[in-house]
T-cell receptor, first 114, second 109 residues
Framework: IAGITQAPTSQILAAGRRMTLRCTQD?????MYWYRQDLGLGLRLIHY???????GKGEVPDGYSVSRANTDDFPLTLASAVPSQTSVYFC?????????????FGPGTRLLVL | GQNIDQPTEMTATEGAIVQINCTYQ??????LFWYQQHAGEAPTFLSY??LDGLEEKGRFSSFLSRSKGYSYLLLKELQMKDSASYLC??????????WGAGTKLIIKP
């Protein structure tokens, strides 16, 4: 059981380029999340999906888009990358069946936009 | 606005006890989480508190006071492998997690 996988592990991207970060989970969790983590700041929510077919905006959604065509996959797209999007990106998932709903994280994607 | 405060960095000695505090101001409260994050790795779940009081799990304990907007994580019998950042997060009225910036814990022999 892999849990949550993310790809690529790291990427250097030229400003203005389009990039999709991939996230796949095999835990059949209904909720999935994308965060960015920057030095000195807490994790900030970019977008989330409570169930397949639905998505919502988090705290910092501008410049990013997501889709949730099925339960397992939740890709994050940067339409036209800018240097301020240099960050570590974490995908997470949780079971929204009620109660604790602990979030479990993927290994992260380290993105450098030049 | 919503705010989670925790110390930026703490230092402790191997074998000792350390307490990491977290204070929060959020729109609503639906539980508080502590995560551990080693450098270059993903956060991993440590503990969850939704009612006031102490939750003990081996060497780690977490305390919550909802009336004071306060929690702490207590680590006993510190080991070198406990060197990591510890993240406090509160689930708000929208059921989203609000994260603190994390406390970097340095363990010295």
């Amino acid at each position: 059981i892999a849990g949550i996988t993310q790809a690529p592990t790291s990427q250097i991207l030229a400003a203005g380029r389009r990039m999709t970060l991939r996230c796949t989970q095999d835990m059949r969790h209904n909720a999935m999340y994308w965060y960015r983590q920057d030095l000195g700041l807490g994790l900030r929510l970019i977008h989330y999906s409570n169930t397949a077919g639905t998505t919502g905006k988090g705290e910092v959604p501008d410049g990013y888009s997501v889709s949730r065509a099925n339960t397992d996959d939740f890709p994050l797209t940067l339409a036209s990358a800018v240097p301020s999007q240099t960050s570590v990106y974490f995908c997470a998932s949780s079971d929204r069946a009620g109660g604790q709903e602990t979030q479990y994280f993927g290994p992260g994607t380290r993105l450098l936009v030049l | 606005g919503q705010n989670i405060d925790q110390p930026t960095e703490m230092t402790a000695t191997e074998g000792a006890i350390v307490q990491i505090n977290c204070t929060y101001q959020t729109s609503g409260f639906n539980g508080l989480f502590w995560y551990q994050q080693h450098a270059g790795e993903a956060p991993t779940f440590l503990s969850y508190n939704v009612l006031d009081g102490l939750e003990e799990k081996g060497r780690f304990s977490s305390f919550l006071s909802r009336s004071k907007g306060y929690s702490y994580l207590l680590l006993k019998e510190l080991q070198m492998k406990d060197s990591a950042s510890y993240l406090c997060a509160v689930r708000d009225s929208n059921y989203q997690l609000i994260w603190g910036a994390g406390t970097k814990l340095i363990i010295k022999p």
